[in-house]
């Protein structure tokens, strides 16, 4: 009886681990042929670890709700990402309301570069005004 009433606050403990977990998993991921395509191989000579890198990335920012956005890598790679319609045509968990129809008229694109450890770097370039 001692042991039951030991273990019984764990079990709160562990319904709120898994449900951390599922919560996780069910973030929006990228999936090679699912939510995105290389577009352009550019001066890249192996993609492979750009997939890698992507497949760990979320760039829902960079993604419309009906049409396709492409971003750009240094050295020229060019990776076309779906919209979240067609991701969701896809069979994943999508919230279409979370997706812009259209970006900004003002939107200065990102530049994306491979990082160390399958990290993508994405750098902004801030426009500097003359007086």
């Known amino acids: 009886m001692k042991t ?5 606050p764990l079990i709160p403990l562990l319904a709120v681990f898994f449900i951390f ?3 996780g998993t069910l973030k929006a991921q990228e999936k090679y042929n699912l939510t995105y395509i290389v577009k352009e191989q550019g001066s890249i000579l192996n993609i492979q670890p750009y997939i890698l890198a992507l ?3 979320e760039l829902n920012n960079h993604r419309l709700r009906t049409q396709r956005s492409i971003i ?3 050295g020229g790679l060019k990776i076309e990402l ?3 319609d067609e991701i969701q045509k896809n069979g994943l968990p ?3 309301p979370d997706y812009p129809e ?3 008229a003002n939107r200065q694109e990102p530049v994306f570069a491979l990082g160390a450890n399958d990290f993508i770097i994405e750098y902004h370039i801030a426009e500097q005004k003359h007086h």
């Open 4 to 8: 039951y009433f030991r273990t019984l």
């Open 21 to 23: 977990l599922t919560c």
């Open 55 to 57: 497949d760990k990335s």
């Open 72 to 74: 750009t890598f240094q």
């Open 82 to 84: 779906f919209s979240a």
């Open 94 to 96: 999508v919230s279409l």
């Open 102 to 104: 259209s970006f900004p």
